[in-house]
């Protein structure tokens, strides 16, 4: 088991590393931040200035070896815009992106599971095509299409609900929903096609050809085996928490973690963008890592193996 930890927390961390490397190459290979934010008719003594002041005249490897021993350090580098913390302005933003998050996971789980285990004990029935109806068109609306497809009929035609900001509570239902239908058709899918493997295995067959009752059967054999792999994907939903909110935030003018991250690439404001993508590695690596140990926990199989 301690062998099983180590390579998790050994790829967590190397998954992450890479993650903030990638980033950090691909922002100072894509613009000059001293352009962006002084202007290209600013002074070339004030575009020098900041440079310097500012690590970017150095070279990009010694650039690159000066941000991983700050972050060895516990700091996450300043705002180029306003001179602050690039982690506070982050953290100021996650209360909100999780009230929008939260609830839509509960959404995904409240609706999809239900319907995936539905729709397979019904297999080709009106129920079941209807499921999957519905499943498929949650699953290829992209989710900008559908807020603002929300916007114009709960807000524009019927008035019921404003179409963006967060004064209230009213606010939030709109990209509530748009975050949390999408996931539920996902998460449907994925629990009917792992729900119908298992109930075609011979130990199924064999269970009901001794009579115990089917709804025994589901409860005690068909439902915790398609947990398993069901498990997956929704350990990515969770890592995929701050990910996700990015375009619903940007749609609902919702100010978030998301939105925050739009803007900053937007000026190329280097250590909130690399503070961001540093916070959704981690989240998804961290829930990546519960779904191994979960996996380990499930099939004492991949403990001993040591991987899957």
Not at 68 to 84: N, P
Not at 120 to 129: E, P, Q, T
Not at 227 to 251: H, K, Q, Y
Not at 274 to 291: K, R
Request: charge should be positive; proline fraction near 5%.
């Amino acid at each position: 088991m301690l062998r099983f930890l180590v390579l998790r927390l050994a790829r967590a961390l190397l998954t992450i590393a890479l993650v903030v490397s990638f980033a950090f190459v691909v922002l100072r290979l894509s613009g000059d931040p001293a352009l962006l934010i002084m202007s290209v008719d600013a002074p070339p003594e004030a575009v020098a200035a900041f440079r310097r002041a500012w690590g970017l005249d150095e070279p990009l490897w010694r650039q690159y070896l000066s941000y991983f021993g700050a972050i060895a350090s516990g700091d996450l580098g300043r705002s180029m815009r306003d001179g602050r913390d690039a982690i506070v302005l982050v953290g100021e933003r996650i209360p909100a992106t999780l009230a929008l998050t939260v609830p839509a996971l509960l959404i995904k789980l409240g609706l999809g599971i239900p319907a995936g285990i539905h729709a397979a004990l019904h297999r080709n029935s009106w129920s079941d095509r209807l499921v999957m109806l519905l499943a498929v068109a949650g699953f290829t609306v992209p989710s900008f299409v559908l807020g603002l497809l929300l916007v114009l009929v709960f807000a524009v035609q019927l008035g019921w609900l404003p179409s963006g900001g967060q004064d209230s509570w009213r606010h939030a239902v709109l990209p509530i929903i748009t975050l949390g239908v999408g996931g539920a058709a996902v998460l449907a899918r994925f629990t009917r096609s792992a729900m119908l493997e298992v109930l075609g295995q011979s130990y199924i067959r064999t269970a009901s050809a001794k009579g115990v009752p089917w709804a025994q059967v589901v409860r005690n054999h068909a439902l915790p085996n398609a947990a398993i792999p069901t498990v997956t994907i929704i350990g990515f939903m969770v890592g995929s928490l701050i990910a996700g909110a990015v375009v619903v935030e940007s749609v609902f003018s919702w100010p978030g973690v998301g939105r925050l991250l739009v803007v900053a690439v937007a000026n190329r404001d280097l250590a909130v963008v690399q503070c961001i993508l540093l916070l959704v590695a981690a989240t998804m690596v961290s829930a990546n890592l519960v779904v191994d140990l979960l996996y380990g926990a499930l099939d004492p199989r991949l403990r001993r193996g040591g991987s899957r």
